[in-house]
């Protein structure tokens, strides 16, 4: 699969967000403090809704910053379609304002993707059913599995990204997942590139 896109930036983060400022700010800091090396990366901040808090923010950490008249619900869906459509990167990848990144998560994620349509890392997860943690992807097959996998683990061609939304019109109540919409973007055919390097802790 080659899209040939040209793009000012190899990776855009892109953080979903609306007036959680703390959680904002300690994103911000932390993709300041990333071991970048030669990647080219910009933030872009989506706000789900009016925040002069997020947009003061983005903007003291020199972060690029999109706000929506509404929020629009979804778990934050429609701010990640907007992110991936106004994204100036060749990939994106997606980090939520509440988790904690290490500092070569930027590095290694699309070290991952280079020559790839998907990257796929993996993170530390808080496993809800027992007590302690987990590592997710835990064992990676080759495609996407429901509930092992979440899009701070991956990084998408932005081309082939925009080509399904996270939204589904469909069922407006019912949250889309992860891995409702990466399972969407497998019927491309995408080239796919596991590596198993833990690169954050989902809180």
Known sequence: ????IQSEFDLTVITATCRRPAQLGSCLAQFRSQSLGGLRCEHLVVSDGIDP???WLANEFGARYIERS?????WGSLARDEGIRAACGRFVCFWDDDNLYEPHALATIYAAAFGHDIGVVQTRYRCRSRVGQIIIPRRWTGSFQPGDVDTMCVCVRRDLAVRERWEQLPFPTRPTTDWHWLHRLEKYQPRIQFVPVVVGFHL
């Not at 699969?1 to 040939?4: A, L, P, R, S």
């Not at 509404?70 to 979804?74: F, H, I, N, R």
């Open 70 to 74: 509404a929020p629009g619900g979804q």
């Open 1 to 4: 699969m080659n899209f040939g």
């Open 53 to 55: 808090e997020s947009r």
